[in-house]
């Protein structure tokens, strides 16, 4: 028997599906991808994440790092300025995992919307930086956006100002 015809079409049907599931292009540090699971220090300038984010921005979390690891505690970070096909990726995936727009939303952004995309935000961690952040932000002008996410960060007032009131999440 010859198996040559039932390879080809198993193999035709393995490389449509890896096609179709990975239409996106892959991320890179271009696009202002950190690696999964990865977070790097906000005074990594080789880093396009880091370097792409508004100046006032960086020196604010710059600052207020300093100010952390006094405390024993050092700030990361772990998304910063991200390109719009990065951004729209995020969004898809969410839309996959949520099951719609809608839900999808109050996590991720629009490309066109998203404060990530424009370098005016940036998300920080582990979570001991994120609570000292949130408490101690306002110091630095930077304010926690959105009550669901401890960790996402703008600059949104003046050094010792008061933060605007949080949005409950993205979508709002
Ligand atoms: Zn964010």
């Keep these: 028997m ?4 039932v390879l080809a079409a198993f193999l ?4 449509t599906s890896a096609c179709g599931s990975s239409a996106a292009a892959p991320l890179g540090d271009a ?20 370097r792409n984010l508004d100046p006032a921005l960086l020196a604010a979390v710059r600052q207020a790092a300093r100010d952390a690891q006094r405390h024993g505690i050092t700030v990361q970070v772990t998304s910063g300025w991200r390109s ?3 951004q729209q990726q995020l969004l898809d995936d969410a ?4 099951g719609s727009l809608a839900k ?23 979570t001991d930086a994120d609570d000292w952040i949130g408490r101690h932000g ?17 600059l949104l007032t003046a050094p010792g100002g008061q933060c605007p009131p949080q949005l409950p999440n993205a979508a709002g």
């Excluded at 010859?2 to 015809?5: E, H, K, S, Y």
């Excluded at 306002?138 to 703008?154: A, K, P």
């Design 138 to 154: 306002t110091d630095y002008g930077l304010c926690q956006v959105y009550s669901n996410e401890m960790w996402h960060f703008e």
């Design 104 to 126: 999808a939303r109050e996590s991720v952004n629009t490309p066109e919307k998203s404060t990530h995309v424009t370098g005016k935000a940036v998300d920080l961690g582990p």
């Design 2 to 5: 010859d198996l040559r015809p």
């Design 84 to 86: 719009k096909a990065y």
């Design 95 to 98: 839309v996959r995992k949520y």
């Design 31 to 50: 696009d202002g991808f950190i690696p999964d699971n990865g977070s790097v220090s906000p005074f990594d300038t080789s880093v396009t994440a880091i």
């Design 12 to 15: 035709a049907v393995l490389l």
